[in-house]
């Protein structure tokens, strides 16, 4: 079966660093997403990308984050200088076209600023 | 606003029995889903409920959806020590990209 997946599984940083988290959705996919956990609570949205383009994307994705699909298969989240509070469990999801199509969830990227 | 309100936030039940979880939410919605993640892992899709569906099966898992209470709910039957994990509903809105909009969860422990 078809998953997304993501690299690294655990990143380790210092703060002010640049890191850039890597996604690959399934590959018929055409909506892609950021999601991100900060220990203990709940699941926020970061963005939404189609047609390579943003979407939409919430107050927490300010201008320190960027995302790209640079080659049509990778679909990548930059933060370019992280914060303490930037520390948190980072998923990427993919769906394909239609308005009652699952989102279909990464095993996430654990960062870890110091 | 919030969406996809969980409670209980957790529950400890005997293997065997039947757990239940609920989900409000506030807006209108295409769909309500269920998630499941284990301790530090990623987020497994149990189940998609569709707007106009007020009921769907799947294996052990039953999700009812009353959209005119904005409220959902998973009930998982003969619950197993491996259903022990944190739920999560996640709802989608009527415009836009279709971003999910998570609840807190239910951290869910069976005893064996």
């Known amino acids: 079966e078809p998953e997304v997946t993501q690299t690294p599984s655990h990143q380790v940083t210092q703060m002010g660093q640049e890191v850039i988290l890597r996604c690959v959705p399934i590959s018929n996919h055409l909506y892609f997403y950021w999601y991100r956990q900060i220990l203990g609570q709940k699941v926020e949205f970061l963005v939404s990308?189609?047609?390579?383009?943003?979407?939409?994307k919430s107050e927490i994705f300010d201008d320190q984050f960027s995302v790209e699909r640079p080659d049509g298969s990778n679909f990548t989240l930059k933060i370019r200088s992280t914060k303490l509070e930037d520390s948190a469990m980072y998923f990427c999801?993919?769906?394909?076209?239609?308005?009652?199509?699952?989102?279909?969830f990464g095993p996430g990227t654990r960062l870890t600023v110091t | 606003s919030q969406q996809g309100e969980e409670d209980p936030q957790a529950l400890s039940i005997q293997e065997g029995e039947n757990a239940t979880m609920n989900c409000s939410y506030k807006?209108?919605?295409?769909?309500l889903q269920w998630y499941r993640q284990n301790s530090g892992r990623g987020l497994v899709h149990l189940i998609l409920i569709r707007s106009n569906e007020r009921e769907k099966h799947s294996g052990r898992l039953r999700v009812t959806l009353d959209t005119s209470k904005k409220s959902s709910s998973l009930l998982i039957t003969a619950s197993r020590a491996a259903d022990t994990a944190s739920y999560f509903c996640?709802?989608?809105?009527?415009?836009?990209?279709?971003?999910?909009?998570f609840g807190q969860g239910t951290r869910l422990t069976i005893n064996p």
């Open positions: 999801a993919s769906r394909t076209r239609g308005v009652t199509y699952e989102q279909y």
């Open positions: 996640a709802t989608d809105v009527l415009k836009g990209a279709q971003k999910l909009v």
């Open positions: 990308f189609y047609n390579n383009e943003i979407s939409e």
């Open positions: 807006t209108s919605i295409n769909n």
